[in-house]
């Protein structure tokens, strides 16, 4: 993150894992843009980043006409500056619009001495590995990836040294059950208090 040239991160793991923790405190006190995309229409999305955009430079609103002018200015800015830019959820972003992956590869491509930290980050498992695919407009272009899995149970007490293995036990399937109830929608609570 620190480095002086442009890097491509892929980031992806089910829900509910860390992702967007993990990406919030590696960008803290850093030249950082953060957008969480929604499932919503094209337009909203890129009315709502051109916003996040226009803060982010300071230059008050902004509205772009398209998602390469959008992307455009910050690699632009990102010639002279760090920048980190993190799409989170970022399969919504191109759900709907598949132009979204061609036009990030053009700004990779001609940007050659940018200085942006472009980080993808999904949920969606399998479309975050079809960006790592031969046949994906991104392919080549990555500097690292990164799938992000559950903590396993052995690792625990690298981070809560000092208890016993019954306390671990309890935080270990407390964390766990927090994550499969988000994923059940609450099934699993309930088939917890049975």
Not at 79 to 86: A, T, V
Request: hydrophobic share 40%.
């Amino acid at each position: 993150m620190n480095s002086n040239k442009k890097e491509v991160f892929i980031l992806y793991g089910r829900r509910r894992i860390g992702k967007s923790f993990l990406l919030k405190e590696v960008s803290k006190n850093k030249n950082a843009l953060y957008y969480t995309a929604r499932k919503i229409s094209p337009k909203e999305q890129l009315k709502i980043f051109s916003m996040k955009v226009g803060e982010f430079l300071n230059f008050g609103k902004i509205n772009f006409e398209n998602w390469e002018d959008a992307f455009r200015i910050l690699f632009e800015f990102s010639k002279k500056e760090n920048l980190i830019l993190i799409l989170d959820e970022f399969q919504y972003m191109v759900e709907k619009n598949q132009e979204m992956l061609s036009i990030l590869q053009l700004l990779i491509d001609e940007f050659e001495t940018s200085k942006i930290k472009l980080i993808l980050c999904g949920s969606s498992i399998s479309f975050m590995e079809g960006i790592l695919s031969y046949n994906n407009p991104l392919y080549g272009r990555k500097t690292g990836n990164l799938m992000l899995n559950p903590i396993a149970f052995k690792d625990i007490s690298l981070f809560i040294p000092n208890y016993d293995y019954h306390f671990l036990m309890i935080v270990y399937s407390i964390g766990s059950s927090k994550i499969e109830e988000k994923e059940s929608n609450g099934k699993a609570k309930k088939i917890t208090q049975r």
